[in-house]
Nanobody, 118 residues
């Protein structure tokens, strides 16, 4: 089993920055694909960024160039640095994980709220 705990959410003005963190425990963290999902009001949950066990990153088009995902295998942490935030990016951000061979993310944190004011 994998336990994921997010932190770092909060309130920020449009154009500002936030850094989210996720602490993973329970299984060899380095063998997992890790990701950040976002659920905004009125929309389906979407994958914002992910990083493979080998360190390859991938971003949603809306996040490209503004968000940076990274992981520290020694500390079992995943981070998401977000810059130039927009009001429509207000929502709950979830840390997620899956084994490399698993097709979908199946481990989830409880989420952390991010509010971007205009």
């Amino acid at each position: 089993q994998v336990q994921l705990v997010e932190s770092g959410g909060g309130w920020v003005q449009a154009g500002g920055s936030l850094k989210l963190s996720c602490l993973a425990s329970g299984s060899p963290y380095s063998n997992f694909v890790m990701g950040w999902y976002r659920r905004v009001p009125g929309k389906q949950r979407e994958l914002v960024a992910s990083v493979t066990s080998g360190g390859t990153t991938d971003y949603a088009a809306s996040a490209e160039g503004r968000f940076t995902v990274s992981k520290d295998n020694r500390k079992n942490t995943l981070t998401l640095e977000k810059n130039n935030l927009k009001p429509d990016e207000t929502g709950v951000y979830y840390c997620s994980a899956k084994r490399t061979v698993t097709p979908t993310f199946n481990y989830w944190g409880l989420g952390t709220q991010v509010t971007v004011s205009s």
